[in-house]
């Protein structure tokens, strides 16, 4: 069983910064694609980022590119998910996943293992 634990969301205003961080307990975390979902009240959970196992290859939606970077540090085992510029609409719970395959993933279905989830509230 893998563990996911996110932390790093909170209470921010308009036009600040969060970064996101989720600890695996997987041993071969760095094998493994990793994604950060999230969901808003009364919307779909979303894929917002995807990185590679080597951190090579990474997605962003089309709302966050230029705002949000994934990163990973396979020696931590630690996926990160640094947030900028933040709006009001990126106010969700936020997921950390983590893949099935080696390469960027984008389907809920491809993603084996998932965190609690922390909240991001952004404030105008």
């Known amino acids: 069983q893998v563990q996911l634990v996110e932390s790093g969301g909170g209470l921010v205003q308009a036009g600040g910064s969060l970064r996101l961080s989720c600890a695996a307990s997987?041993?071969?975390?760095?094998?493994?694609?990793m994604g950060w979902f999230r969901q808003s009240p009364g919307k779909e959970r979303e894929l917002v980022s995807g990185?590679?196992?080597?951190?090579?290859?990474?997605f962003y939606r089309d709302s966050v590119k230029g705002r949000f970077t994934i990163s990973r540090d396979n020696v931590k085992n630690t996926v990160y998910l640094h947030m900028n510029s933040l709006k009001p609409e990126d106010t969700a719970v936020y997921y950390c996943?983590?893949?099935?395959?080696?390469?960027?993933?984008?389907?809920?279905?491809?993603?084996?293992?998932w965190g609690q989830g922390t909240q991001v509230t952004v404030s105008s």
């Open positions: 996943a983590a893949g099935s395959r080696s390469y960027v993933q984008y389907a809920q279905s491809e993603y084996n293992y």
């Open positions: 997987r041993r071969t975390f760095s094998e493994y694609a």
């Open positions: 990185i590679s196992w080597s951190g090579g290859s990474t």
